[in-house]
Structure formats: C-alpha cells, structure tokens
C-alpha cells in the first residue's frame, strides 16, 4: 500500500486548465485496403438496406490518414477528471461510432435506431459488464463506465459482423481519430508525456512528445503495413493499482455497478478463509466436474453432456443481481440446492445442509478476484399475479414487441438465430427450447422472471430490467410458461 | 441328497452370477460412458468420484427431505490419489424345483447367501497412473496398472492395462454379469493377464485386449507351453454412442479369439469328449450388444455366438449362443422395475436343449450406497433331467 502511494506521488500529475494542445496524426503507411463489404445474414431487410456495410478494422483515407485510433497519454493520473457523456448508436445494424475513447466515471447513453432487436453486449477482459437487450427502435439506455480499459462491445443477435470499442481511460487525456487521421488533446499542462496510439488491429504504438508553454506539441503516428492482429490488443494506461480512480458507484438511474478493479485489503484474507473452510466439501463434491482449479475442466467432463461451469471468470448465469453484475452468495445458494434443470448438475439439497452450501459457495467465489468488490445486490422479486388469458395474450404482445423470436423461434422452439450463436467461454450455445417446460434458472415462475430481469451472464440472453415494468414481466412469464403445454404422454413416459 | 444339493449351488451360481451388477441400466439411462462412473475404461470395479459421490448419491436414491447434518459426507478417497470403494450383496433365496418325471418330488431349498463382496482401490500416482486393484471374496481379483492420455486439445482419450483383468468384451464386463456370461467364459471369475488399449474417440469407444486366453484366474499361460508357441487370445470391442440426448443408444460389437487352449467352453460342458479338449480347442466368441434409453425406459441387450473349434477327435466343432436383456422402467427416482430375460443354447438348435431364465424385479433405492431388489424368476430348462424352477431373490446391495 505504501509502495503505491509513493508511486502515485511519482507520477506526474496533470491539472485541468486551459492551456496548449498536443496535435497530431495518425498514419498507415502501405497500400490503403478496400474495406471488405459484409453480407448480413440476419435481418437483411434492415441491416445494410439504406447503405452498405463496410468493414471498420481498417480503415485507411486519403494520404494514409487512419481512422479509429485511440490516442491516451500514459503515466499520469488526474485528480479530476472531465466526466463527458458520450453515445453510442446502432444505425443499420452497425455500431457508431466503431471506436472511442471515454473517461472513467463518465456515462454513455446507447440507443436503437434500427427496427430489428439489437442487444449491447459488453465485455472488459473477457468480462461481461452489461448485456443490454434492446429490440425497439428509440430504446435508450444508459450506463456508466468506471473500470479503464478497452470494452469491446458485440450484439448477440445473430448480427455477428456487429463489433465495436470503447476505451475507457483514468483521465481526460485521450482522443479518437476520424476519418482524417487528425487528433486534438487539449489542455495539457506543459511538460514531458508518452503518448499510446492503439489500433484494434495494428497494434499499439508509442511515442515521447514534449509539450512547450506556448506551442503545444505537433506530433505524427505511423502503423507500418502488416498482418492484422486477430484480437484487439490491450492498453494499458501505466498506473498503479492503487491509482485507477474509483469513483463512486451505482450513482443515478440507470447507473450500474462498475467497481474498481482494485482490490479491498479485506479480500485476500476472505478468501484464503473461504478456501480453508470449503475445499474439503468443495474436493468431494464439486471438484470432479468442476476441476480441482475451478476452471471447469475436471476429470468428468469428456464424458459430461453439459459443460461445467469456469469458476475462476466470475461469470454466473443464474443470478438475482443486475447484469455484469456478481451474484449473491444466496444466488450461489440457490443454484447448489436446486441444481439446474436439465443439465447434470444436480441438487444438493438432500446431501448438504445450508450450511454447507453457503460454505460452498463462499469457496466458488473465491476463485475469482472478481469478488474483491463484493457480491450484487439483489433486484426484488414481486409477487406473482395468478396466470390469466388476458395476461398471458398480454405476454404475447410483449413477447412479439420485443422480437424474442429472433433468438428463440416464433413459438419458442430454439429455432432462431441463436443457431449462430456463442457464449462469452468461446462455446456454441443456442436458445433452449421453451416448449419444453424445463427452465435452467428454476421451475417457479419467479424464476423466470429473474432471468429476464438479470439476463444471463456469460450468454446472449440479455437483462429486460429497463424496458419492462414488473406487469409486463410477468405477463411475459406467464406467456412462456404456456408455451409449454402439459404433457401427460410425456411425463408419463419420463421425456425430458 | 447329493442330487439336491448339486441342484442348490447351480441355483446359486446362477442367482449369483445374474445378479452382481446392472450398471449398464445406467448408462443406457444417461448416455454416458462407464469411464464417467468407474476408473477402469471399460467400467466395472472401483468407481471415480463421479459415480460414488454425485451419480450414486444424488442421481439414485428415492428424493428425501431437507439435509441437517452431514448425513452422507462419506468419500471413499481416504487421501488425496487414494480411493476406496467396494460392492457387498447380502441375500436370500428361495427356490423351488419341479422334478422331473419319476424323481422324488423336490421340497425347494430356502439360504441366505453372500452373492458378492469386493473391496476396490485405487492409487491415482499421477494424473497418467493408477493402480487399480479389485480383492474380490467370489468374484477372483483385479490388479492392474492403469496409464490414462487424454489431451487437452485431442478430442480423444487413451488407455493402457497392463495386469490382470477381464477382457473388455460385449455388454458388460467384471462384475456386470449375468448367467449367460459365465457361459460365455466372461464370468465373474474369469480374469485374464495381459494388457489393453482403450481409446474413446468421441462417441466411439474401441478395445483392444491382448492376453493369455487363460481363464479362471490362471496366473500364468501354460496353454502350447510344450511347443512354446506364442499363442494369446485377442478381444477387441467396439462401442458406439447414437442418438439424440432424449434417446440415448449405444451399439457394440466384439471378438474374442483364443487359439489352441485345453478347456473348452463352459457352454458345451457334457458335450465335450474330454481328450479331444486336451489336444488343442480354438475358441472364438462374436458379440452384439446394445443399450437403449426412452425417458424412464432403458433396454439394454447382448447376443454372442459361441464356437469351438477341436483340433482332434469328435465333436470337431461345437457352436452356441446367449442372449441377456433386460427392460428397466424407472416408477420413480429410485424406484425401478425390471424385466429380465436370459437364454442359453449350446448347439445353436433352438428347440431341444437351450436354457432360458426369465424374472421380474423391483428395485428400490432408498438411501445413498444402498439399494434392495425383489426378484421373482422362471428357470425352464430343456433337458427334462435338470427340472424347472422358479426363484424367490431379495438382496441388499451396498456399494460406494
């Protein structure tokens, strides 16, 4: 901790005031390539109706001038940053702007201009932040970003040429290049910086650039032609850990919880004390699926329908927290004493007391640094309206408004898009098959209705907490629920 | 008397025989590979933290209340790459026999038996080798080293037996046996040394056994010592899982070849010309097999045809072949009723002197590591000298 604070102290700290401006360009130097035109499989009717869509991983204007460059000063820190808003648009079915850089603790409004359903899904470091479902046209939502470091963002869709990032950095230092390869950082106090290019695709690059009082700094950024990266590379901002601004959390509607990456001094000690206590229970019980690691890959698992879950990412599926969210050791609970239908995770609720089971999951969480900030908060459940037809044909109205066939098939047989899709694990993963009356976050009704509030993590289900009321939520559960019918024959026959 | 008492421990053998294990109900229920529940590739014997501590305690017992304690905290992994496991089976029999024409009228034979008691450990060593031992009090013993491959990235498993083993072969193995089984020569005494090569490809499963062809626990091959051939029975079988996860199915087929062995096949006892056995018997075995689950229903199914071929003197050659199904319904969670149906017929005539056993049986398991059978059986008999029986079996199995 000391160590920290001495670095901070090191670091050049840069004030906020009206003053000379670094300048520059950034530049491709190789042949300018012709941006590959995308085919959209999905949604045809709209998405590359009113233009084209062109590739954005590289793109390279007149005299080399090169577009979607993130350009940061590292090495410093600031005391207060400028918080701006900033917006991201999908317009035919393409993210706009592809590529922007954002101040920590600043608030970016997202929006739906197309007709189809679209949803934000958005990942730091393989993280899921938030995955928003957005199937209206006007929808807008908004979120805070706290944690520096480049967000990739995808739709889950089914539109999978849909791509784009937002890096997040600790201070207002930043810029973004256009079309023309021009960039302005303002108001930098005079002196000597490092100043990161970043390209998704080409790289990072460095360069020194001295600020004097009266001019300013001219600088220029040359990407030489070469093989394009296959994944965006990371930024880093060169802090300490104890340096990256916190900020404070879950501020105003539509805020989500975003915590600093830093760790609680509390933290390791927790864990060292959750792993001492539950690594017996969790050996016996958990370990041959699971893996002694946590990392899903125990002995079990060639022979294993399902695919357990990789403990050490923080991902959970079933929670009652919002989405990006941790779940709650109750979450945690609730999962071990249930199990989850229709998979091979069975419940444990005849073996293990509570007791145990909090035990155990206080030893699942361990395996992820990602509870240094704690567990979510839970979102409250109403209780549930007994099932009418009007609610259910209410449910149905809802369910087409939201476009939720796209995913899971007009009558919810999982024989939409997700066909095409993939988990946050790298894994194919489809809809399941409401007509099976078998749901993976629990038989209630109520549980249902936490998943739609909560979505998913690690899926492309999305969170609806935003655009539904708790009415139409559960009109929307009771219109699942009836998509599937009583199966006596089956039953009978113990189908699954 | 002596008669009656022959006529008991046939019963028993055979009670014994059918009843040790139906795990492959198991797996035609989920789909899985026996190597998800057992440590050995090919299933049977000491089982892996899968079997014993989530599908035995969790996916078999009759649904129970809310857990207070630690009722079921028991491991056999005694320490870290040390497991234990074992099978016990206490029953009672009662039988009853109908005598031929012109005997004395049977009064039926009433015994509580031992019908199996195994104890089981393995010493994981490395993520790559086990030692894996079976002490059995009927059923011979296992012993084995066990090297295991399975890359990350390979999509495939590889494993290596070297020891002293059942030859993967048909639908059960070590301890899955039934009547016809021992008939076969694949009964729960009959170990052989040697090693084999198991590899999972995906859905397919294939076996390769090299061994003596000595059987019955024989520890070394005396068989062609007198002209030290290089003679050595080989099994391969094949497995292979179909269907989608709602109708599980699994076929098989399997060899077994064993040239020039002085014992011939159990099947054919009485029908072998004893000196013509001692100069030489080739044995070759054909097997099918499948294993099918629908919702509660499972049916799994085994055929094998049998041959001996004599290197001298009459019969020359002798054929046969078994049949051993059984239909399972699961009425609940742990509560299952079977249908079995077992066939013997040692000269490939269907008419005059096969065997054939069928029963019907309840199941129950009512608590983690335990389950209770109540079986009723018909046993009709083609020759007219062995009589017909009808068998009244209960036993209490615990295993872990």
């Given at each position: ?267 390791p000690?927790e864990r060292d004390a959750a792993r001492a206590a539950g690594l017996g229970l969790y050996r016996q019980h958990c370990a041959t699926c699971h893996g002694e690691a946590g990392d899903g890959a125990g002995e079990s698992v060639p022979f294993l329908h399902d695919r357990p879950r990789n403990f050490t990412r923080g991902e959970f599926k079933f ?7 941790l779940p709650?050791i109750?979450d945690l609970v609730r999962t071990l004493t249930v199990g989850i239908?229709?998979t091979e995770m069975p419940s444990f609720r005849r073996v293990l007391p509570p007791r145990d089971r909090a035990i155990l999951a206080r030893y699942v969480m361990s395996y992820s640094d990602r509870f ?51 988990d946050?694990f790298?894994h ?12 993976k ?17 690690g ?38 | ?25 198991f797996?035609?229920?989920t789909?899985a590979e026996c190597r998800l529940c057992h440590v050995s590739p090919?299933g049977?014997g000491v089982r892996t933290r899968y079997g014993s501590q989530i599908f035995q305690r969790l996916a078999l017992p ?5 857990a207070?304690d630690q009722d079921w905290a028991f491991s056999g992994q005694v320490m870290d790459g040390l497991t234990l496991g074992g ?33 089981y450990a393995a010493a994981h060593l490395s993520r790559h080798f086990s030692i894996v ?13 066990l090297f295991s491959l399975a890359p990350d990235a390979g999509?495939?498993d590889?494993h ?40 999972l ?167 983690p590591y ?29 295993a872990f």
């Amino acid at each position: 901790m000391r160590a920290g604070l001495i670095l901070l102290c090191l670091l050049p700290e840069v004030a906020l005031a009206a003053g000379p401006t670094i300048r520059g360009r950034v530049r491709y130097q190789g042949p300018a390539p012709t941006p590959a035109q995308v085919d959209p499989s999905v949604n045809p009717d709209v998405c590359g109706r009113k233009k084209p869509i062109l590739s954005e991983q590289l793109v390279v204007g007149p005299e080399g001038a090169l577009a979607n460059v993130a350009v940061v000063l590292v090495g410093i820190t600031e005391r207060a940053p400028t918080r701006t808003p900033a917006q991201l648009t999908q317009r035919n079915c393409v993210f706009v702007p592809h590529i922007q850089t954002i101040t920590a603790g600043s608030t970016i409004q997202i929006s739906n201009d197309d007709p189809v359903v679209h949803n934000v899904h958005a990942r730091l470091a393989g993280e899921t932040l938030f995955n928003l479902g957005m199937p209206l046209a006007g929808t807008r939502l908004n979120r805070r970003l706290d944690r520096p470091g480049v967000v990739e963002l995808s739709c889950d869709s089914g539109h999978v040429w849909m791509q784009a990032s937002l890096i997040v950095v600790p201070h207002s230092y930043h810029a973004t290049t256009p079309a023309d390869g021009w960039f302005v950082i303002p108001d930098v106090t005079p002196g000597r910086y490092r100043l990161r290019a970043w390209h998704e695709r080409l790289g990072v690059q460095e360069v020194e650039v001295v600020v004097e009082p009266e001019r300013g700094a001219e600088v220029e950024i040359v990407f030489a032609a070469g093989p394009l990266l296959e994944e965006a590379p990371v930024l880093s901002f060169d802090l300490p850990a104890t340096a990256v601004a916190p900020g404070p959390e879950s501020e105003g509607e539509g805020a989500v919880e975003l915590h600093p990456s830093g760790r609680t001094d509390r933290w390791p000690a927790e864990r060292d004390a959750a792993r001492a206590a539950g690594l017996g229970l969790y050996r016996q019980h958990c370990a041959t699926c699971h893996g002694e690691a946590g990392d899903g890959a125990g002995e079990s698992v060639p022979f294993l329908h399902d695919r357990p879950r990789n403990f050490t990412r923080g991902e959970f599926k079933f929670r009652s927290t919002r989405s990006g969210d941790l779940p709650t050791i109750e979450d945690l609970v609730r999962t071990l004493t249930v199990g989850i239908p229709g998979t091979e995770m069975p419940s444990f609720r005849r073996v293990l007391p509570p007791r145990d089971r909090a035990i155990l999951a206080r030893y699942v969480m361990s395996y992820s640094d990602r509870f240094a900030r704690g567990p979510g908060v839970s979102i409250p459940i109403p209780e549930a309206p007994p099932s009418t037809p009007a609610l259910i044909a209410q449910g149905q109205k809802t369910w087409v408004r939201l476009k939720c066939a796209q995913c899971h098939g007009q009558g919810g047989e999982a024989d939409g898009v997700s066909k095409q899709m993939v988990d946050d694990f790298g894994h194919a993963i489809t809809a399941p098959d409401l007509t099976r009356g078998i749901y993976k976050s629990g038989p209630e009704p109520k549980d249902l209705y936490r998943t739609l509030v909560t979505g998913l993590s690690g899926t492309p289900m999305p969170a609806f907490a935003e655009l539904l009321g708790p009415d139409q939520l559960w009109a929307l559960v009771h219109y699942l629920r009836s998509l599937a019918p009583p199966r006596p024959v089956s039953d009978l026959l113990g189908l699954p | 008397m002596k008669s009656a008492t022959v006529m008991v421990w046939v019963i028993l053998g055979g009670a014994w025989a059918s009843e040790a294990d139906a795990l492959p109900r198991f797996s035609a229920r989920t789909g899985a590979e026996c190597r998800l529940c057992h440590v050995s590739p090919s299933g049977g014997g000491v089982r892996t933290r899968y079997g014993s501590q989530i599908f035995q305690r969790l996916a078999l017992p009759i649904g129970g209340g809310e857990a207070t304690d630690q009722d079921w905290a028991f491991s056999g992994q005694v320490m870290d790459g040390l497991t234990l496991g074992g099978d016990l089976r206490g029953a009672y029999l009662y039988s009853t026999t109908t005598t031929p024409e012109g005997q004395a009228p049977s009064p039926g034979s009433s015994t509580f038996f031992l019908m199996q008691a195994d104890l089981y450990a393995a010493a994981h060593l490395s993520r790559h080798f086990s030692i894996v031992l079976d002490l059995g009090v009927y059923s011979g013993f296992e012993a084995y080293l066990l090297f295991s491959l399975a890359p990350d990235a390979g999509g495939y498993d590889l494993h290596l037996r070297v020891g002293h083993f059942q030859p993967s072969f048909g639908l059960r193995d070590v301890n899955h046996d039934l009547y016809t089984r021992g008939a076969v020569g694949f009964g729960p005494t009959d170990r052989d040394t040697g090693l084999e090569l198991t590899g999972l490809f995906g859905p397919l499963t294939v076996a390769l056994s090299l061994v003596n062809g000595t059987f019955n626990d024989a520890v070394v091959d005396r068989n062609g010592a007198q002209d030290r051939k290089f003679e050595k029975a080989l099994a391969l079988r094949t497995n292979l899982h179909l269907g989608p996860r709602w109708l599980p199915i699994q076929v098989g087929a399997s060899i077994y070849y064993n040239p020039n062995v002085d014992s011939p096949n159990p099947l054919f006892t009485g029908l072998v010309d004893p000196n013509s056995a001692a100069q030489g018997v080739d044995e070759l075995r054909l097997s099918a097999h499948a294993l099918v689950g629908f919702g509660r229903f499972t049916y799994q199914a085994e055929w094998v045809f049998v041959q001996d071929q004599f290197a001298v003197g009459a019969p020359g050659r002798l054929r046969g072949y078994t049949s051993a199904q059984e239909l399972g319904a699961r009425i609940i969670d742990g509560l299952d009723l079977l249908g079995t149906f077992e066939f013997q017929e040692p000269d490939v005539s269907l008419i005059d002197d096969g065997a054939l056993r069928f029963g019907v049986a309840l199941e129950i398991f009512p608590l983690p590591y335990l389950d209770l059978r109540l079986m009723v059986r018909r046993a009709l008999y083609a020759q007219p000298q062995r009589g017909d029986g009808t068998d009244v079996l209960c036993f209490a199995h615990g295993a872990f």
